[in-house]
């Protein structure tokens, strides 16, 4: 008997076994641009005409290789706009005996599907996603029992148990990690190769027409759409960025420069989580690239650790502590998002140069989410529910697994240090080292006090203040505590004062 296989947007990878084990003669594979799921959070523009054109020309893919696929467009009058409906749908208008899905990647939406089979009427199976190299269950396995759950461990395990950058039983190179060698700003002048652009074809032009019209409202920008959309274009922005960038990709990871949003950075999280590149091609792309001498072993390595490491790791994390990590507010922070989230409109050169190329891009690399957006919203108290909201609509590689444990987890320490050891928070000294934004801004970097002081000064010695009693017994904390004790009370208490006022501000929704 047929059965109905649903695919999701971030599901398009025709080896997973809902779609390999698909009987072409009788089975439907249907794939759905449904209402619910492209507007319960307004997500950016570009992620929008990224995922619907990745989905048509996926199922196109499907449709040549012989598979019977029931594709429901935007504007469809079929379209009933959300997943269950249009399966109901289906179910009146052709006989299945069963359904199949995925995994999905949001709790939300698993504990759904578990309830469909009571719904539908008929058995509903939730197939496993092979995509990543350590299962839910493999994460919990590993943190039966640890008293801390540290990334770095769980990262040795995977390159033991995958054998990835191994002599023998050891590290190649005799070390786990070389962040130490990948801490370089760099300067302005410095020629970064060229990230891959995309011309958009036919199909891409016509969903970027329907996002106009359909999502104008949503934030973020069009013009200028250049992400591949099909799995042949994606390899090519891989190899690309194995060729030119790799090299120099652990050098200058940490480094941000005003005007340049894309740098040594790879640009596969898109479609590594959607589905059109697997992380176990990029992980072997990279590590024969070292083999092959074509790259050293700090960049080599660093990528490696970003994939086989963080984003197996953040995956285990979300599916652990679900549905907490969602709710968890260490700090009781409960300030709204000032409104320059939505435009950039601020003083602070850092964060306007950040939100404006995440408005432009749907992208920002990791330490211009981690050390400035994400620094400022602990250093001033935001909503973990409104930041969460605000990192998954705006990055069209963002999707709730990878979203929530970095926003939750590593930015805002909401989960009261479960996946971070301390938070990450800094002054504007960090900032001015790893990017050139200080010297373009309204605020002075060197001053600690005052008007023109940097709001990151005065906010992070407010935050190690008032937080001394949940982190100061922290010992990787230690330095910064004695580093505080030593300070004089009225330098803390100007600190203090300065950032009360900048608070108070952001509450009331002035300018900053
Ligand atoms: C607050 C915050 C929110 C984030 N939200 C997302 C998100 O929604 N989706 C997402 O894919 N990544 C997220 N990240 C992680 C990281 O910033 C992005 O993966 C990276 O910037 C994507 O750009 P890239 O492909 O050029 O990555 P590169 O810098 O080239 O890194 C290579 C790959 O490593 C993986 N990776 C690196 N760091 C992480 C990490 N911390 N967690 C998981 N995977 C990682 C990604 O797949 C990435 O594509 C977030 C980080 C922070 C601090
Ligand atoms: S001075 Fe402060 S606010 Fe301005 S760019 Fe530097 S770190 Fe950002």
């Not at 191994?166 to 990690?177: A, F, L, Q, T, V």
Request: proline content about 4%; glycine content about 6%.
């Amino acid at each position: 008997m047929a059965a109905l296989i649903l695919v999701l947007g971030d599901q398009l990878t025709d080896t997973l076994p809902a779609i390999a084990h698909a009987s072409k003669g009788s089975d439907t594979i249907l794939m759905a641009e449904v209402r619910e799921e492209a507007t319960y959070v307004k997500h950016h523009k570009k992620k929008i005409a990224f995922l619907f054109s990745a989905m048509r020309h996926f199922a196109k893919h499907l449709k040549d290789h012989n598979y019977n696929v029931n594709y429901v467009h935007y504007d469809d009058e079929e379209n009933k706009g959300s997943l269950l409906e249009q399966i109901k749908h289906c179910l009146t208008t052709q006989k299945f005996s069963e359904v199949k899905v995925t995994t999905p990647g949001e709790y939300r939406l698993l504990k759904s599907m578990e309830q469909w089979e009571n719904v539908l009427g008929v058995p509903v199976t939730i197939c496993e996603d092979n995509r990543f190299l350590a299962s839910p269950d493999d994460f919990s396995a590993w943190a039966e029992g640890k008293k801390q759950l540290r990334m770095e461990f769980f990262y040795r395990e995977m390159r033991r148990k995958h054998s990835v950058l191994m002599d023998g039983k050891n590290p190649i190179g005799g070390k786990w990690n070389y962040d130490a060698q990948n801490r370089e700003s760099m300067r302005e002048t410095h020629k970064v190769p060229k990230h891959t652009e995309l011309k958009p074809d036919n199909m891409t032009q016509e969903v970027i027409e329907l996002v106009k019209n359909h999502f104008d409202e949503h934030f973020g920008a069009l013009d200028d759409f250049h992400f591949a959309v099909t799995r042949e274009d994606a390899l090519v922005v891989l190899n690309t960025f194995i060729d030119e960038r790799l090299p120099n990709f652990g050098q200058y990871q940490d480094a941000m420069v005003e005007g340049k949003p894309w740098l040594y950075h790879s640009h596969i999280g898109f479609y590594l989580n959607c589905g059109l590149l697997t992380p176990k091609e990029a992980i072997q792309a990279a590590e024969q690239a070292y083999h092959a001498g074509q790259v050293p072993l700090n960049s080599a390595e660093g990528f490696i650790r970003q994939i086989l490491g963080w984003r197996e790791y953040v995956r285990g994390f979300y599916w652990h502590f679900m549905p907490g990590l969602k709710t968890d507010n260490y700090f009781d922070n409960r300030r709204a998002l000032p409104s320059f989230f939505w435009n950039g409109q601020t003083n602070m050169n850092c964060m306007r140069q950040c939100i404006k190329e995440t408005q432009q891009n749907a992208y920002a690399h990791h330490i211009q989410r981690l050390m400035v957006i994400g620094n400022f919203s602990l250093l001033t108290e935001l909503s973990p529910e409104e930041v969460q909201a605000w990192y998954l609509l705006v990055y069209a590689d963002a999707y709730e697994w990878v979203e929530l444990p970095n926003v939750a987890g590593m930015i805002l320490y909401s989960d009261g240090g479960n996946l971070a050891s301390k938070p990450y928070v800094a002054s504007g000294s960090y900032i001015n080292k790893m990017s050139n934004y200080c010297k373009n801004c309204g605020y002075q970097v060197s001053k600690k006090t005052g008007p023109k002081a940097c709001p990151f000064n005065y906010l992070y010695w407010h935050f190690i203040d008032k937080h001394k009693e949940k982190l100061s017994n922290n010992h990787r904390m230690a330095m910064i505590y004695k580093t505080y004790s030593r300070m004089k009370e009225e330098n803390i208490e100007g600190m203090k004062k300065d950032a009360t006022i900048f608070l108070s501000k952001l509450t009331k929704n002035e300018e900053v």
